[in-house]
C-alpha cells in the first residue's frame, strides 16, 4: 500500500490545525460585509470554536436583521456600520491599516471588490511580496495536507510573480507547522519544452531555489499531476527526488488550471478546501459560499495560526 493510501478517509488534517489554532490566542478579524446567513454565520463560528474576535464590518441594520432571520447570536461583538459592501472592503482594510486587527475576512461581497481595496498602492495592504491565494486542502485518503496556488488571485503569472506565489505557499506551510514542504512547480508533461513554457518556467524556479532566489522548501519541476503526487506514476516514469510522487504543494501554471484542479477534487473527490490570501500586510481569509462549516473553520484556522506566528516574530524584534 502506498503512503498516498495509507490514511483514511475519515482522518481529518483540518482537525489538527483547527486543534493547534485553538491553543493560540483568538485572532482579532476584521470581516468585510458579513451580510449573508453564510458569511455571517462562518464568522460567528469561528468565533464560538475559539479561533478569532470578529469585528463585523458592514449596515449594521442588515447585519442585525440576518442574524435575527437565521437565529444568529451576536453576542457583544463589535459592529462597524458602513452603508455598503464597497464602504465596508475600504473600511475594513482601514482598520487594519490602523493595527485594529490581525485577520481580514472575506463576507458577502466579491472577492474583486474587497481586493481591489487591499492591492491599492497608497491606501491599502500591499507589501513588497505579490499578494497570492493558497487553498487548503484536505483530500480524503491522501496522506498529507494538499496546498494548491494560485487559483484565485493571480490568473496569468509571470516568473517573477511564480517566484512569490512559490515563496508565500513555502511560508504558510512552514510557519504553521508542518514542516519543511516537498513543493512541486506542475505542467502538462515532465519535461523542459519550447512547446509548453510554463514547462521553462519550472525548471527556472527550481534553479532559483538552487540559488537562494526560494528558500524553506524542496522544488521540483516541472512535474506532470501524476508525477507529483503518485509514487506509483512517478516510478513508472523513473523519476527520483524528494518531491516526485510525494509533493505537498501543488504550484499551477495559471489560475485557469489551478482553480479547475482545486474544484475537481472538492467536487469529484470530496475534498474540503479552505482558502487563504497571503503577501498582504496580514492573512486574508476568502470563503466562498459553497464552502462547508469545516472548509471556513480550517481558513480560520490555517489564518490563526500564521497571525500567530507573526506575532512572535514582532515580539522577537522588539
Known amino acids: 500500500m502506498s503512503e498516498q493510501t495509507k490514511t483514511s478517509p475519515q482522518t481529518s ?12 490566542p483568538s485572532a482579532i478579524t476584521i470581516v468585510a460585509h458579513p451580510c449573508d446567513e453564510t458569511s455571517l454565520r462562518g464568522a460567528l463560528e469561528a468565533a464560538e470554536s475559539e479561533l478569532i ?19 444568529l447570536d451576536l453576542k457583544s461583538y463589535e459592529i462597524v456600520d458602513v452603508p455598503h459592501s464597497h464602504a465596508a472592503a475600504a ?33 491599502g495592504l500591499r507589501t513588497e511580496r505579490r499578494v497570492s491565494h493558497v487553498f487548503v486542502m484536505d483530500v480524503p485518503g491522501h496522506a498529507d495536507t494538499l496546498f494548491i496556488t494560485d487559483a484565485a488571485i493571480n490568473i496569468f503569472p509571470d516568473l517573477d510573480a511564480k517566484r512569490d506565489i512559490v515563496q508565500n505557499a513555502i ?3 512552514v510557519t504553521i507547522g508542518l514542516g519543511e514542504p516537498r513543493v512541486a512547480i506542475v505542467s502538462a508533461v ?10 521553462i518556467e519550472a525548471a527556472a524556479l527550481c534553479k532559483m531555489a538552487e540559488r537562494g532566489q526560494i528558500t524553506g522548501g524542496v522544488l521540483d519541476g516541472p512535474l506532470a499531476f ?93
Open 53 to 71: 474576535v470578529p469585528v463585523l464590518v458592514g449596515p449594521e441594520a442588515k447585519i442585525r436583521k440576518v442574524a435575527a432571520e437565521h437565529g
Open 226 to 318: 501524476d508525477n507529483a503526487i503518485s509514487p506509483e506514476a512517478a516510478e513508472i516514469k523513473g523519476l527520483k527526488s524528494p518531491v516526485a510522487g510525494r509533493a505537498q504543494i501543488i504550484v499551477v501554471p495559471d489560475l485557469e488550471a489551478g482553480n479547475m484542479l482545486a474544484k475537481n477534487l472538492t467536487f469529484l473527490a470530496h475534498a474540503d478546501a479552505a482558502g487563504i490570501v497571503l503577501g498582504a500586510r496580514v492573512p486574508i481569509v476568502l470563503t466562498s459560499r459553497a464552502d462547508s462549516v469545516r472548509s471556513r473553520l480550517a481558513s480560520c484556522a490555517v489564518a490563526t495560526l500564521y497571525a500567530a506566528a507573526l506575532r512572535r516574530q514582532t515580539q522577537v524584534a522588539a
Open 171 to 173: 511560508d504558510l506551510w
Open 13 to 24: 488534517k483540518y482537525d489538527r490545525l483547527i486543534a493547534a489554532a485553538q491553543e493560540a
Open 91 to 123: 473600511k475594513a482594510v482601514s482598520l487594519i491599516r490602523e493595527g485594529k486587527g490581525e485577520l481580514l475576512m472575506k463576507g458577502s461581497l466579491h472577492t474583486d471588490e474587497l481586493m481591489r481595496e487591499v492591492t491599492t498602492s497608497a491606501t
Open 190 to 199: 515532465e519535461t523542459v519544452t519550447t512547446k509548453i513554457p510554463s514547462t
